[in-house]
């Protein structure tokens, strides 16, 4: 089932008008995708057991996979933040709708109507996990101040050229990275920063 986090996404859709397919998120039965030819993020709904109050979207049939404009998704997940929401298409319509109830406990109908076009085959892009031999888990929290600080750091710097380097050393034997996750960047004053990010244990859970 769907919820907020799954539309939550729509700020990594693409902005340019020229990649018009791709200023929205896809949206599939079970699943969200989104990517701006760069990046890419999918987002997988929650169990039917964990949803708690689950919505009767409505009496239409089952949804099918559309391409939802971002700012339509955008105002799902602020609205559904916390709530519930259902999606089913429209009879003889190829818009979709969207009944959310509220944390608050309202409830609201949205109608959608999709962008057309084909979205891009996401998962020819996506790598099979077992080529991923060395993995570090990192805190989200700290990753996320890195890079503000980081974006900080090089603002005054061409957009063209604002890249870093990130760098890692994994153990020999073990491909367990123990050690620090290093980022290192260069600003258009000739300044260089370097970050230390300290990776969390890994466990047996996945990542």
């Known amino acids: 089932m ?3 986090n799954n539309f939550a996404i ?3 859709a693409s902005k340019e008008n020229s990649r018009f397919t791709l200023n929205g998120i896809l949206v599939e039965p079970n699943q969200t995708v989104v990517t701006d030819g760069h990046l890419l993020a999918v987002v997988t709904g929650t169990p039917e057991a964990d949803t708690g109050s689950p919505v009767d979207a409505t009496e239409g049939p089952a949804i099918t996979s559309f391409i ?3 700012a339509e998704a955008l105002g799902v997940a602020v609205a559904s933040k916390g709530g519930y929401l259902g999606l089913a298409d429209i009879p003889e319509s190829k818009n979709k709708e969207c009944k959310i109830n509220t944390k608050s406990g309202s409830s609201m109908v949205l109608n959608i109507q999709p962008l057309e076009g084909n979205y891009p085959d996401y998962q020819r892009v996506i ?4 080529k991923y031999t060395v ?3 990192l805190d989200a929290v700290l990753v996320a101040a890195m890079i503000a600080q980081l974006n900080e750091f090089m603002k005054n710097k061409n957009e063209s050229k604002n890249t870093f ?3 890692l050393a994994p153990d020999a034997v073990t491909n367990v990275i123990s050690g620090p996750v290093i980022l290192e960047a260069e600003n ?4 260089t920063f370097k970050g230390l990010i300290m990776p969390m244990r890994m466990d047996d859970k996945k990542v």
């Open 2 to 4: 769907l919820n907020h």
């Open 10 to 12: 729509a700020k990594l």
């Open 68 to 70: 939802c404009p971002s």
């Open 127 to 130: 790598p099979s996990m077992d």
């Open 135 to 137: 993995r570090v888990k």
């Open 165 to 167: 380097i990130l760098s």
């Open 188 to 191: 258009a004053l000739g300044q």
